[in-house]
């Protein structure tokens, strides 16, 4: 993992991967599925996630103000679903699906080092939080594999089915009023 | 197309492809690509869009209250980018790009007939207007083509370059928790 400018977020997020959520609170460290989250603004960047009081991480991420987003790789589609079907409240989530871990920045949540990238996140808005569920994330730093650009992630077509990242289609050349966003 | 319960819309949103959105405000119909949005309710389907004042729709969307998210096949990337590179200020997209449409319930917004889908929204809540240009939209009626379980979405990985869909993978047997929201 490198350590690389957050304003490239954005790559990570918009394409709607599916998620893990790492927290760590005071009842230690947990580890969550996420499927719904969308990038609110380019840089800064910001994410908007559904993170709800039926999820297990929801009390720690509220405690501290900080979460992890990995962004998955299409091998890991089974634990990807094992983990979204358990809860931290019952079991330590990390030994049971033998997650390799790293500590965070400070101490606080974990990342997880197989996954393509690992998204460091401080919560700074939870104005949306009562109506919606929705949390607006900050990205602090990003961590990403070597392969970040090319790596094929996961998407959640529902009931526990994927579609893994296929063919690339480049149309750079037809990008003429947005090149300001595509910084490396 | 066949119309199907609305229930099912998260099965084309949460996996994250990029969008067109279609909308028919008092100075014609208007067509643009969008790329951040999110899953924020199953059932009722809520869905948040980040659409600003930068965008030509976006008079449309709040003087009508109206639009309809159409989600294009792996084979519209290069329409899907050049519809997000000029406005509806300088020419008539629909024209200019040869889409085909049909008419929206009540008149309102045109569906995209080459595309997977058409979902037909009402902005129900801009309380998130002001701080993000987030947008929530209920979504009223779903059309979709035969081949919408199978066919490639595409997701934008930023500059104009994307990732269609590729390989499956069903996990569905360890959808244990979540079987409620699986209903065809």
Known sequence: MKEIDPGQSYRLIEPGPVLLVTTHGSDGPNVMTMGFHVMVRHDPPLIGCVIGPWDHSHSALLET?????????????????????????????????????????????????????????????????????????????????????????????????????????DESEHMVLWRHLDHD
């Not at 998955?72 to 079991?91: E, F, K, L, Q, Y």
């Not at 030994?95 to 700074?124: M, Q």
């Not at 094929?152 to 994927?162: E, I, N, P, Q, S």
């Open 65 to 169: 103000g900080r979460c992890v987003l990995a962004v998955p790789r299409a091998t890991m589609s089974r634990v990807v679903t094992r983990i979204g079907n358990c809860s931290g409240a019952d079991i330590d989530k990390f030994g049971t699906f033998d997650l390799s871990t790293r500590e965070g920045t400070d101490g606080s949540a974990p990342f997880l080092t197989d996954c393509i990238a690992n998204l460091e996140c401080r919560l700074v808005d939870d104005v949306l939080a009562d109506r919606y569920n929705l949390h607006i994330l900050a990205v602090t730093r990003l961590n990403v594999a070597k392969d970040w650009k090319t790596a094929a992630m996961l998407h959640h077509v529902g009931g526990g089915r994927f579609r893994a990242d296929g063919d690339v289609f």
